[in-house]
């Protein structure tokens, strides 16, 4: 014996916020962005510095101790990589709007790479290797969107 089903579909978008816990260490560097620093942490077997900070060393395989090993770092680095995308990452309510240039950006005194949004320059003017700063955003709230980009020095 067969039973009739109605199936009702709906596509649109829905918006969920999620709360949950990022862990000791980036809680540690969100802490840091809300108060407009930046800080990394360093390995203490290779002196390899983290931004954003890990537990573990990849290199090392060393564990490196939530405690110790925090590094200041400035608002200054250096584009590693680019590209432009119409993209928004972080926008799920408009994905496909005018193009944004996104950069790989080596902080200062670190070894590894964020990606942020490149302010004010035109893809054309853009090189690996130019020397950025951060702009924060003027009200801050320990999460990533603290940092608003980075401009040209
Ligand atoms: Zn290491």
Redesign the pocket.
């Given at each position: 014996m067969s039973e009739e089903k109605v199936i009702v579909a709906n596509k649109g978008l829905i918006r969920a916020d999620f709360a949950f816990w990022v862990g000791q260490y980036l809680d540690k560097f969100y802490n840091g962005l809300e108060n407009k620093k930046i800080r990394g942490n360093k390995?203490?077997?290779?002196?390899?510095v983290f931004v954003p900070p890990r537990k573990i060393?990849?290199?090392?395989?060393?564990v490196i101790p939530l405690e110790e090993n925090w590094v200041d770092l400035p608002e200054t680095g250096t584009i590693m990589n680019f590209t432009t995308t119409p993209y928004r990452v972080n926008d799920r309510s408009s994905r496909k709007t005018k193009d944004w240039t996104i950069g790989m950006i080596q902080i200062d005194g670190s070894n590894t790479s964020i990606i942020y949004r490149l302010l004010n320059m035109e893809p054309e003017d853009v090189k690996i290797g130019m020397k950025v700063k951060i702009e924060w955003n003027e009200s801050t709230k320990g999460d990533p969107s603290d940092i608003k980009g980075f401009t040209k020095v």
């Open positions: 390995c203490p077997k290779c002196g390899d060393c990849g290199k090392c395989n060393v």
